[in-house]
């Protein structure tokens, strides 16, 4: 016990990889994402190559011996994929599920059932939000949008009108709530805990996607008014099946994970007493990786079974939702590793210098680095990654609400402005048949919305909590 407290102190009291002062420092973390900007957007290469190349060039700049630099890249990396890649992956399986068995289109199918008229936006978010819970962003647009045509189209909508709800619904998710790869990695970077900010961030969520769904689609359908393209109004894969799940069942299955995380939270906070069976008994149900478990093995007989899949089928099922991810996760784990490359040179404690002097609130600084990256990058996973990495330090003294609150600035800033850098952007754009101008004045708008109004929320939780 003595020798493993003994190592546990000397791991938490690791010196900086390099010598360098605050100054050099700057110019490397500047140039290291320089270089990862300028791969993605210039050259084109894969976000995880360029994460890997800004990496090795951060320590290069930052005086770091080569050898330390890949030695604190591959640790990141491993510890990363480790501690999120199992989640993205049950996460991924769940999704699969969730559209294979025509669950997805049960849940659409009910609530589009109950509403009409000036409901139906109402509607449009709420299916959004719910589906979007276990899926990643673009699965979750390739399943919901064909819907969104068909609906306006059949009921004779304003394609904006309905289709911006939708896409708030499925941005906010993937923003601010787990199990979405962005805010997992951004609470493993800060060691958030994970029930506390999946309620903040429902609650910051819910007015947000208010606002930049049903209210402002308002705005954009009277902007841009175009008729849903033909040619994107696929067949349904629900169609093939002879049955599909229920809605209840299926509703139960998707917020399954939701509501033990939620459980947990609640245990923790009013019992606070690790050595109470019951707060035991629910870390462990409560916790990520057994709460997403559980709902994948429950939505194998609600889902898959249900919708009469044979275990063969269950298993390609399975087999097919993993392969999709493996560039998400590539990427996130090289995220892990520029974040720990960052904090291994010494960049926290360059931050934590240089906050001392700044009468920025920690979680506005957070949001700005992100917005910065963002924008720069188009991807909203790198710009959580890398702000999270660089944020971290100041997370050190923190309660446990506002690190979960860090969490979601961060993540809030993740999503501003979508842009030509985006691939969200292309697929959003072609989807719906407009041009980069009308994109821009609708969904890039509308990214920016959501970014604004959730840091509005964010910032007054951060007074009161």
């Keep these: 016990m003595t020798s493993l407290r003994v190592e546990t102190l000397a791991a938490d009291a690791v010196e900086p990889i390099t010598s360098a002062g605050n100054a ?19 050259f084109k290469v894969h976000a995880f190559l360029a994460l890997t190349i800004g990496s090795l060039a951060l320590g290069s700049f930052a005086g770091a011996a080569a050898d330390k630099t890949i030695a604190s890249f591959t640790t990141g990396l491993g510890s990363t994929v480790s501690g999120v890649g199992v989640l993205i992956a049950l996460g991924a399986i769940l999704g699969k599920l969730l559209a294979d068995s025509g669950g997805a289109d049960q849940v659409v199918d009910t609530i589009l059932a109950r509403a009409s008229g000036r409901a139906m936006p109402w509607a449009m978010v709420l299916i959004a939000s719910v589906i979007g819970l276990p899926l990643f962003f673009e699965v979750g647009i ?48 800060l060691g958030a805990n994970l029930g506390v900010t999946l309620a903040l961030g429902v609650l910051v969520a819910i007015p947000t996607v208010i606002v930049a769904g049903p209210v402002f689609s308002r ?21 093939e099946l ?53 709902a994948v093995f429950v939505g194998m007989f609600t889902l898959g079974r249900a919708a009469g899949f044979t275990k063969g089928r269950l298993s390609g099922t399975v087999e097919k939702s993993l392969a999709p991810i493996a560039g998400v996760l590539l990427i996130v784990g090289a995220g892990g590793g520029f974040k720990q490359t960052l904090i291994d040179v010494g960049v926290g404690q360059m931050i934590l210098d240089f906050s001392k002097d700044w009468s920025i609130p920690a979680l506005l600084l957070g949001w700005l680095i992100a917005v910065a990256i963002r924008l720069a990058t188009g991807s909203a996973t790198v710009a959580t990654i890398s702000a999270a990495g660089l944020v971290a330090p100041l997370a050190a003294d923190m309660s446990t609400a506002h690190i979960a609150l860090l969490v979601l600035a961060v993540g809030a800033g993740s999503l501003f402005f979508s842009h030509v850098n985006d691939a969200g952007f292309w697929l959003v754009k072609e989807y719906f048949g407009m041009d980069v101008g009308q994109t821009i004045k609708t969904w890039s708008v509308m990214e920016t919305i959501i970014s604004v109004v959730a840091l509005a929320f964010i910032l007054p939780l951060s007074l009161i909590l």
Aim: avoid cysteine; glycine fraction near 8%; aromatic fraction near 2%.
């Design 24 to 42: 050099q420092l700057g110019i490397a973390v500047l140039a290291g994402i320089a270089v990862i900007v300028l791969l993605i957007t210039k």
């Design 219 to 239: 705005y954009a359908a009277r902007w841009v008014d175009v008729a849903a393209p033909e040619k994107m109004i696929p067949q349904r894969p629900s169609e």
């Design 142 to 189: 390739v399943l919901l949008i064909p819907v969104v045509l068909l609906v306006a189209k059949r009921g004779n909508y304003s394609l904006m009108r309905i289709g911006i709800p939708a896409l708030a619904g499925l941005s906010v998710m993937h923003g601010l709530i787990p199990p979405h790869p962005g805010p997992l990695v951004a609470i493993d970077a």
């Design 242 to 294: 002879d049955r599909r799940p229920g809605f209840g069942a299926t509703l139960a299955t998707i917020l399954l994970p939701v509501v033990l995380m939620l459980v947990k939270a609640l245990v923790d906070i009013v019992v606070d007493d690790p050595e109470n069976h019951l707060q035991r008994v629910t870390d462990v149900i409560g916790s990520p990786l057994i709460a997403l478990l559980t």
